[in-house]
C-alpha cells in the first residue's frame, strides 16, 4: 500500500488512519504537533454534541456514521458515545415552523425525530421555563460523542494494527517533486510519503500554505462556559462529566447546552465574530491540560453576557448558578459552512480533510478512506469538496468575510433561495448593465450575479393567458419569488426569450490528447458525429455521476465542453494532466474559458424566424445538437443548438469583448418577435416540466445514469470509459429506485426541495428539486422513489409537517413534450 503521513492527531486524523488502516494499507505515520495523550486542537476541549440532522444529505450521513461508530468504540464496558437523544426548542412561531421543516430533513435522512409540545418537552427535560418553550424537536439517536477518550480509543486501536505516531513534531513543509507529493519535514527529519493529507484542523491554511494552496477556513474562537455545581443536577449513578439529559438546542438565542456531571456546559454562537490566525498561537508546548492548550484563549465575559440571561430565562435553575470557568475555543469556518475534503488541484498525493465539526469527523474519514482506496466515496462529496469554490472564493477577504457571516448565521434560519448580501457583485456578465436596465432581481451564485426575474416583465402580467396565471404561494415559499416568472415561462414557451448563460462554466480541451481523454471520462462516443455536440456523463469507478457535460469538437485536437461545476473542471484538469505525464506526446491542456467569453440562451418557438431576420442561416439551420462558428453582424459567435428549457434555441458565445454587442444585436432583433429577458427561475421550471436533471441535486455520485433516468446517455457499445465495469449490465429495469415527476394534486401548494415522499404511510424518497411547472399550471417536484412506485401512484409530500398529495408522473409532462426538444 502506498506510505501515507497524516498530519494531525485530532478527531479527524485518528479516524482517518482508523478507516485507511481497516481497509488494508499498512504504512500510516501519523505527526502531531503536539504531546499524543492532549494534542491541544479543537478536539481537545470540544464538548462533543452531535445533532446529526443537517440541510444537507451527506453531513447527515457523516453524522450518523459517527454515532454508530462511536457507539461501537468501546473499552471497559463504556463506548464513546453518551445516547442521551437530542431536543431542539422552539421559542418563537418562526422556529416551531422551522423545526417543522427540520423534521422534513429528518425524515429525508433517514433520522428518527419528534415533534414535541410544549408539555412533552417539559416531561422529557423539566429543567426548561414552560412559559419560554413553545414546542421542540426530539432526536433519540443524537448525543454526546466523547471526543477526546475516542481519539485516545483510536490511537491505541490502530498502533496496535501497525500506524506510527510521532507526537512533538510539528510538519514544517510539504516536499514534492515534478507535481508529486514526496513527503514531509520535520524538525527531526523528513518522512518520506506518496500520499499526505491534512487533518491539521484550524492549523490548515498554515498547511496549505506550505504547497501553495489556498484553504478557504477561517479560524474563529467560540465561546464555552462551565456552570457550578447545581443541585438539580445532581443525580446518583451519573460518570464523572457525564449526562442523562438530552442535549439541548436553544437557537433562537444562539445557544447549546449539556451536562457535565452536576454541572451545566453552555455554548454561545451570539457573540462577535472573533477571527484568529492560527500562525500567531506558536508552537504546541510539551504540557498541555484542560484548562491551558492553543487552541482556548481566555473567556471574555462581556461577550457572554447576552447569553447568560437568556439561559437563566430558559433553564430557571441556573438563576442560583454562577459562571466558574469559560473560554474562547478556536475551531474553523467555512465560507458555505461545509467540510474541506479533496485533493490539491495540482499536487497530485496532497489531501484535505479540514474544517470538520466532530459531529462529521469519522463520516468524513471513512469517506476519505473509501476516496483514497477505491477512487469513489458512498456518500456524495460535493458539498465538502475542495474543488467547489471558485477562485475569488478563495481569496482571503473573501474567505474571512463570508466566514464570519457563517458564523453569525449558524443557527439562523435561512430561506434556501436566500442570496447573500456581501460580498455581491463579484463576477458580472458582460452585459450585466442591460440585465440591470430591465430590473434583474439577482442571486449569487459561486460569486456570479445570476438574473433571477426582470422586473421589466411585471407590465406584462397583465397580457398572461388565464391558463399561464401564477397560484398565489404560501408565505415561505413565495419568499424570493416572483409571479414575474410566469410571464418569461409563457413568453419562452410561445415566443422567444433571452437567458444569461454566462455563469456556466466552458471550458477548451485541446491537444493531441484530448479526444481520447474526453473518451475516457465520458459515457457517450464524443467523435460520432463531428457537427454535433454530445450531451453526456462522466462516472466514477462505481458508476456514480460526477457531472454532465456537453461536449463540441471545434478541430481535431480542440473541444468546447460545458460542464456544470467547478469539482468537473478539477477532475478533467486532473486526468488531463495525469495522462500529458503519462504520455508526453499525447498532452492535454483544460482552460477555464468562463470569464473570457459570455453566453446568451435563445429559446423559443420564434428564435429561428429571428435568426433568420439576423440573415444567420447557419445558425437558424443548425440540427439538433449541431454546432458552428459564424460571425453574426459581425460578431464572431460560436453557436450550439441546444436547449435548457425544452425550446427550440441555441446557446451561443462570443469572447467577453463582444458580449455586450452580442447583447444589444439579439434584443433588437428580438423586439420584433416579442422578446422578453428570462432568469432563472423560469428556467427552473421549464427544465423540469421537460425533464432535464440538474447535477447536484437530481443526479449526485450516489446516483447512477439509470437510476437517474438518464440511462439512453450510456452508449451500450462503448468500453473503456472510467465507470464502464461497475454500469456493465445495469438498466433502468434493473435499478431498485429511480428519479420520477411528481405533480400535486391541488394544483397550488409549491414545496422547494429536501421534503421527505411518502408512499403507502412510508417515508420512501425525497424531493431533489421542486416548481411550479406553469406550462401545466400545477407545482412539480423530482423524487428518487422505489421501483416499484409506478405512473399514476399516489404519493405524499411533507411541507412543514403537512400532507401534500401528488401523484408520479410520466416524464417529460405530455402536455409540454409535443413540439419541444430535448437538450
Ligand atoms: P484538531 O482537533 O484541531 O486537530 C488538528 C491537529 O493537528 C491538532 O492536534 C494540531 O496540533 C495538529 N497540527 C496542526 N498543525 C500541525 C503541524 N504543522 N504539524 C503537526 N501537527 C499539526 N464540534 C461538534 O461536533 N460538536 C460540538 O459540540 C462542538 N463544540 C465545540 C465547542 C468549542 C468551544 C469549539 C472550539 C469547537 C467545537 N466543536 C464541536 C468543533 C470541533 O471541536 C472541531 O471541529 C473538531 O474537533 C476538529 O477536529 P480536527 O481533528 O479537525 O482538528
Not at 447535477?695 to 464502464?724: I, P, R
Amino acid at each position: 500500500s502506498p506510505r501515507v503521513v497524516i498530519i494531525g492527531a485530532g478527531i479527524v486524523g485518528t479516524n482517518l488512519a482508523d478507516e485507511l488502516v481497516s481497509r488494508g494499507w499498512d504504512d500510516i505515520t501519523v505527526v502531531e504537533q503536539g504531546p499524543l495523550v492532549m494534542p491541544g486542537g479543537s478536539t481537545s476541549h470540544a464538548p462533543g454534541l452531535v445533532f446529526q440532522t443537517n440541510s444537507s444529505k451527506t453531513m447527515s450521513e457523516f453524522a450518523k456514521y459517527t454515532v454508530s461508530k462511536f457507539l461501537s468504540l468501546e473499552k471497559d464496558g463504556q463506548s464513546c458515545f453518551n445516547q442521551v437523544g437530542g431536543l431542539e426548542v422552539a421559542t418563537t412561531p418562526e422556529r416551531l415552523e422551522e423545526l417543522k421543516r427540520k423534521r422534513g430533513w429528518a425524515t429525508s435522512w433517514k433520522i428518527e425525530t419528534q415533534l414535541f409540545t410544549t408539555d412533552e418537552c417539559l416531561e422529557l427535560y423539566p429543567l426548561l421555563d414552560r412559559d419560554s418553550v413553545l414546542g421542540g424537536l426530539h432526536i433519540p439517536t443524537d448525543g454526546l460523542a466523547l471526543a477526546a477518550r475516542a481519539v485516545q480509543l483510536l490511537i491505541a486501536r490502530t498502533t496496535k494494527a501497525g500506524v506510527r505516531y510521532l507526537d512533538m513534531t510539528p510538519v514544517t513543509d510539504v516536499e514534492r517533486s515534478n507535481g508529486y507529493v514526496t513527503g514531509i519535514t520535520t524538525p527531526n527529519g523528513s518522512i518520506a510519503a506518496n500520499i499526505v493529507i491534512s487533518c491539521a484542523g484550524f492549523w490548515g491554511v498554515e498547511i496549505g500554505a506550505m504547497v501553495g494552496l489556498p484553504i478557504p477556513l477561517l479560524p474563529l474562537a467560540h465561546q464555552y462556559v462551565k456552570t457550578g455545581s447545581l443541585q438539580a443536577l445532581a443525580a446518583p449513578k451519573k460518570p464523572v462529566n457525564g449526562a442523562n439529559l438530552p442535549i439541548l438546542r436553544h437557537q433562537d438565542q444562539d445557544l447549546y447546552y449539556r451536562e457535565h456531571g452536576d454541572r451545566y456546559g453552555i455554548g454561545y454562537y451570539g457573540h462577535r465574530p472573533m477571527p484568529v490566525v492560527a500562525a500567531s498561537l506558536g508552537l504546541t508546548p510539551k504540557h498541555v491540560d484542560e484548562k491551558d492548550m492553543p487552541s482556548r484563549l481566555d473567556f471574555t465575559p462581556e461577550d457572554f453576557e447576552p447569553a447568560w440571561e437568556a439561559s437563566k430565562k430558559l433553564l430557571p435553575v441556573l438563576r442560583e448558578a454562577e459562571i466558574t470557568d469559560g473560554f474562547n475555543g478556536i475551531f474553523s469556518f467555512t465560507p458555505d459552512g461545509g467540510p474541506i475534503v479533496g485533493q490539491h488541484p495540482t499536487l497530485d498525493g496532497f489531501y484535505v480533510a479540514e474544517a470538520v465539526w466532530v459531529t462529521h469527523s469519522a463520516g468524513v474519514a471513512k469517506a476519505l478512506a473509501e476516496l483514497l482506496t477505491t477512487g469513489c466515496s458512498e456518500v456524495d462529496l460535493a458539498d465538502c469538496d475542495l474543488a467547489r469554490f471558485e477562485e475569488v472564493q478563495l481569496a482571503p477577504a473573501y474567505v474571512s468575510e463570508t466566514s464570519q457571516q457563517n458564523f453569525v448565521e449558524v443557527y439562523d434560519i435561512l430561506h434556501p433561495m436566500q442570496p447573500r448580501e456581501s460580498p455581491r457583485n463579484l463576477r458580472v456578465s458582460p452585459f450585466h448593465v442591460r440585465l440591470q436596465e430591465l430590473g434583474a432581481v439577482f442571486v449569487e451564485s459561486r460569486a456570479w450575479e445570476r438574473p433571477q426575474w426582470f422586473e421589466a416583465n411585471a407590465e406584462l402580467l397583465q397580457d398572461l393567458p388565464a391558463q399561464w396565471r401564477p397560484v398565489s404561494r404560501d408565505a415561505w415559499s413565495a419568499r424570493f419569488h416572483s409571479p414575474i416568472s410566469a410571464v418569461e415561462a409563457w413568453k419562452t414557451r410561445t415566443a422567444v426569450a433571452m437567458y444569461d448563460m454566462t455563469p456556466l462554466k466552458r471550458l477548451e480541451v485541446f491537444g493531441p490528447g484530448a479526444a481520447d481523454l474526453l473518451q475516457k471520462l465520458t459515457t457517450s462516443d464524443i467523435s460520432k458525429h463531428p457537427d454535433q455536440a454530445t450531451y453526456t456523463l462522466m462516472l466514477d469507478n462505481g458508476g456514480g455521476i460526477l457531472g454532465d457535460v456537453i461536449v463540441a469538437r471545434l478541430e481535431a485536437h480542440s473541444f468546447h465542453v460545458g460542464v456544470f461545476s467547478p469539482t468537473a473542471l478539477d477532475y478533467i484538469s486532473r486526468t488531463a494532466r495525469q495522462h500529458s505525464k503519462q504520455t508526453p506526446n499525447q498532452w492535454t491542456q483544460v482552460r477555464d474559458i468562463t470569464g473570457g467569453t459570455s453566453s446568451i440562451g435563445l429559446w423559443g418557438p420564434l428564435a429561428p424566424s429571428m435568426m433568420n431576420a439576423l440573415h444567420a442561416p447557419s445558425i437558424a439551420n443548425l440540427a439538433h445538437h449541431g454546432f458552428c462558428r459564424t460571425f453574426t453582424a459581425g460578431i464572431p459567435v460560436l453557436a450550439i443548438r441546444l436547449s435548457h428549457v425544452g425550446e427550440l434555441g441555441w446557446e451561443i458565445y462570443t469572447s467577453a469583448e463582444f458580449g455586450l454587442r452580442l447583447w444589444n444585436l439579439l434584443w433588437d432583433a428580438g423586439q420584433a418577435y416579442g422578446i422578453v429577458a428570462a432568469g432563472r427561475a423560469a428556467l427552473n421550471a421549464l427544465r423540469m416540466e421537460k425533464g432535464f436533471r440538474d447535477w447536484g441535486t437530481d443526479m449526485t455520485s450516489e446516483h447512477d445514469a439509470f437510476e437517474a433516468g438518464l440511462g439512453h446517455l450510456v452508449d451500450v457499445g462503448k468500453e473503456g470509459f472510467v465507470g464502464a465495469v461497475a454500469v456493465k449490465g445495469r438498466s433502468e429495469g434493473s435499478s431498485s429506485r429511480r428519479l420520477r415527476t411528481l405533480t400535486v394534486d391541488d394544483g397550488r401548494s409549491v414545496v422547494l426541495g429536501k421534503e421527505p415522499v411518502f408512499y403507502d404511510g412510508r417515508a420512501v424518497g425525497y424531493v431533489t428539486s421542486a416548481a411550479f411547472a406553469y406550462t401545466i399550471r400545477k407545482p412539480i417536484a423530482y423524487a428518487y422513489l422505489p421501483g416499484e412506485v409506478v405512473d399514476g401512484a399516489a404519493v405524499e409530500i411533507e411541507y412543514f409537517g403537512r400532507r401534500i398529495r401528488a401523484t408520479v408522473t410520466d416524464e417529460p409532462l405530455k402536455s409540454v413534450s409535443a413540439r419541444k426538444e430535448r437538450p
